[in-house]
């Protein structure tokens, strides 16, 4: 499975983006689709995920209410849906899969997901 994010760029506060994230190879079916995200001197933190299976989703708290994950089975895409972005916001954004379907619980933790596509990077400036 290859994995291939896109959708990054400048945005000034309060605006919107949207990432995708394009999974070629096998389909996303039965996956967990997740989104992380690093920031300059920061680790990788869980932004959000969702299970293709159900579309069960879990959300960082610093972003929900504002990020929705969304997916396109037919299309094997999966999209992260970013509104009211914050400076803190920032950072270069990974979309991440495993070829099984997390529970709550475990659907943070990137040591779950066995496949990871390139940054994306997301500015918020004005």
């Known amino acids: 499975v290859q994995l291939q994010a896109s959708g990054g760029g400048l945005v000034q506060p309060g605006g919107s983006l949207r990432l995708s994230c394009a999974a070629s190879?096998?389909?996303?079916?039965?996956?967990?689709n997740g989104w992380f995200r690093q920031a300059p001197g920061n680790e990788r933190e869980f932004v959000g995920g969702?299970?293709?299976?159900?579309?069960?989703?879990r959300y960082a708290d610093s972003v929900k209410g504002r990020f929705t994950i969304s997916r396109d089975n037919a299309k094997n895409m999966g999209y992260l849906q970013m509104n009211s972005l914050k400076p803190e916001d920032m950072a270069v954004y990974y979309c991440?899969?495993?070829?099984?379907?997390?529970?709550?619980?475990?659907?943070?933790?990137?040591?779950?997901?066995?496949?990871w596509g390139q940054g994306t990077q997301v500015t918020v400036s004005s």
């Open positions: 991440a899969a495993v070829k099984r379907g997390l529970i709550f619980s475990t659907i943070t933790d990137s040591q779950q997901y066995d496949y």
């Open positions: 969702i299970r293709w299976s159900d579309g069960m989703a």
């Open positions: 190879g096998r389909t996303f079916g039965t996956y967990t």
